[in-house]
């Protein structure tokens, strides 16, 4: 099992930046994929972009491409989500999530998710 802890959310204006991170503890895999997902009341849960652990590669959703950035410290086991020239559309619940899978887009594909973390951004 692997255990995911999210934190840094808060309130921000519009234009405004946050950095979220992402603990994770537990079994490690021989490579594997984290994501950031993000859920406002009534929607569904989408990917805002993803990293390998061991290979480093990224990819990103298209409304965010440009503004949010993920990285991560293996050091630490601990992925960030570093969010920049913030909108209101991007107010929701910010989610980590892992998984073995290397092809990973959709909520479905994670096995382990943390609590998640609110995110508002005033107009």
């Known amino acids: 099992q692997v255990q995911l802890v999210e934190s840094g959310g808060g309130l921000v204006q519009a234009g405004g930046s946050l950095r979220l991170s992402c603990a994770a503890s537990?079994?490690?895999?021989?490579?594997?994929?984290m994501g950031w997902f993000r859920q406002a009341p009534g929607k569904e849960r989408d990917l805002v972009g993803h990293i390998r652990w061991l290979g480093g590669n990224i990819r990103y959703a298209d409304s965010v491409k440009g503004r949010f950035a993920i990285s991560r410290d293996n050091a630490k086991n601990t992925v960030y989500l570093q969010m920049n020239s913030l909108k209101p559309e991007d107010t929701a619940v910010y989610y980590c999530?892992?998984?073995?899978?290397?092809?990973?887009?959709?909520?479905?594909?994670?096995?382990?998710w943390g609590q998640g973390t609110q995110v508002t951004v005033s107009v």
């Open positions: 537990g079994r490690t895999f021989s490579a594997y994929t």
């Open positions: 999530a892992a998984t073995r899978n290397l092809v990973a887009t959709t909520a479905g594909m994670y096995d382990y």
